[in-house]
């Protein structure tokens, strides 16, 4: 995964020169500004005519990721559209980050069991450290409340970045393990409080 630098707790404009500065408003919104024109970035369920926008992002965002472990073959780019469609027609939360009509982002959970699975948490390069990351990673935890009682996730143990990202999210490193070809992984993990366990 590539990096996802993130503003979590405040609203985050980019204007023209690329610079972010806070906004009024509600918490954890963003926006982004396009030649002069803002552009409020939403969070929201994927469907499946989704599938070829969220795989062009997907490909774009872990290129870094290859590259840094010299691995062209990390399933994020070996995914088909025929995959991506399957899991949107499934189970599988997936939602997406939209900047106007544009897809920017998007990141899925599986739930099994009493755990909440996150991956291919993706934002599309030029929009990477305006706080979508954050939004897709609080939105997925949302979306998993009250249906599992901890988050798991993995990101290549020498991504920095990633493991810092997570780490400010509350996520914990619990253990390590290769993937299919042979990449060293970080797990981490995080407590999922349903909102009927946190209200006092």
Known sequence: MSRHA?????NFMIDRSGV????GGARGRVAVCWSGVV???????????DAGEIL???????VAEAQRYTDPLLPPLTETLDEVRA?????TIVLAARAGH?????????????????????VAPDQQGRGIGSRLLDAVE??????????ELFTGAQSADNLRFY????????????????????????PLVSPARSAP
């Open 102 to 122: 544009r897809l920017v982002g998007s990141v899925r959970a599986r739930v099994t069991g009493d755990t909440a699975h996150v991956g291919r948490l993706s």
């Open 20 to 23: 972010g500065r806070r906004t």
């Open 167 to 190: 780490a400010r999210h509350g996520y914990r490193i619990v253990g390590h393990r290769p993937d299919p070809n042979g990449v060293r992984l970080a797990v981490l993990e995080k």
């Open 142 to 151: 949302s979306a998993c409340a009250g249906r599992a009682a901890r988050l």
């Open 6 to 10: 993130a503003v979590a707790d405040n």
């Open 56 to 62: 062009t992002v997907q490909r774009a965002a872990y």
């Open 87 to 91: 899991v949107l027609a499934g189970p």
């Open 39 to 49: 552009t409020e970035v939403t969070v929201g369920a994927a469907g499946v005519a």
